[in-house]
């Protein structure tokens, strides 16, 4: 098993800073749904990350901890995320990117 | 070398991976895409084999978006870390043998402008810190001499990271490394100083932590070396593992090392502040209208 990122929906969804967005040093990996939050009666989508595409570098969080200061995003451990994004299920439209979130990947 | 490149054959989209499809139906060919939309649209760079946290990494993914026509640009690279992701973008990727970029490059530009006259084709040289400043420095060096028409970014990393740690001519006097155990004895090479007298019209340096500026910075560079002449950057980007910083400290190792000794500066000429002021419709470049006479 291994680390990757897990973003809290609750504390992203009441932000709109997206700084983890353009910090991530991988490719379409941290990517942000602007409906995530709306659902729940937030006000703002959230960021969420392509776990398959996650290397476990951890600049994320500290980017939310020490420049956004939000600490909405955790490494957890892959098998203990509940709902994941994977890329097979990540479809783009205008202005937005959504996920159809998968169960944890056990094993 | 057009937007239909891009694109399938009629009736073989559904048979094409995934990332594929996502690429010609929300890339950001033929839009005009930005930092803040990152995200929300398809990256030109794909999933590649450099280090987990490399700062290297994130400065390649932020210039990849913002290079203003991606349809219209062919990256040009040598070998080093820099080019294990720059060859795995949607864009053509032309590898120059070690030290010679900066040589291929020239060819591209001039071929590319009497094969496309006036239509914008951008050229943009990213290398590292070796492979341009010095084994392909005679090349580099050359080329800005020449006023050859392509931007030319240094990733520099202060190390040969790919090799195991060998002391490099941007690596700073007295730092130690694994295969410089003695430090080193010289001073790190001016190379802003030498672009500014090689005649470079756009020279600026520029650390992944803003990723706004370093944004603009790139902007700049590729539209005035589409008008003007050499443009060149220089980009603090750290060896987390010849440099042992841990991943999540990146970033404020970026800090630390903007404030000590890689603060951003920008140099621009007079005659590219006209075609950025004139040609892309950058106001702060317009001439300043003359004070009243009291």
Known sequence: MYLVAHIDTEICAN??????????????????????GKDIGLKYGSAYVAVDRCKGCAQCVWVCDNMAKHNAIKMEMIDQIGDQALTENITYSEKNSTAILASPIRG | MSLDYVKFTPGFGKFMPKEYRDMVDFGPFGKKTSVSQVGTFKEILEEHPMCAGCAMTLFIRLAMIAFPNPEDTITVGTAGCGRLAISQAAIPFVYGNYGD???????????????????????????????????????????????EKFTTIMLDNEVYGNTGGQESGMTNKGQVLKMA?????????????????????????????????????????????????????????????????????????????ENDRYKFSEYISDEAKEALAHLYGYKEYLPKPAKAIE
Not at chain 1, 15 to 36: D, H, M, R, V
Not at chain 2, 182 to 210: I, R, S
């Open chain 2, 101 to 147: 970029q900066n040589g291929v490059a020239s060819g591209l530009a001039r071929g590319l402008k009497l094969r496309f006259g006036d239509k914008p084709k951008d050229v943009v040289v990213m290398a590292g810190d070796g492979g341009m400043a010095d084994i392909g420095f005679a090349q580099t060096l050359h080329s800005w001499f020449r006023k």
């Open chain 2, 181 to 257: 155990p003695l430090g080193k004895k010289f001073e790190k090479m001016d190379m802003l100083g030498m672009a500014k007298v090689a005649g470079c019209a756009y020279v600026a340096t520029v650390v992944p932590n803003n990723p706004r500026r370093v944004e603009s910075v790139i902007k700049k560079a590729v539209l005035i070396a589409r008008e003007v002449g050499p443009t060149y950057i220089q980009a603090y980007t750290s060896c987390n593992i010849e440099y042992a910083i841990p991943t999540e400290k990146v970033l404020e190792d970026c800090n630390v090392v």
């Open chain 1, 15 to 36: 932000t709109s800073c997206k700084l983890c967005t353009q910090f991530c040093p991988e490719a379409n990996t941290i990517l942000y749904n602007n409906n995530a």
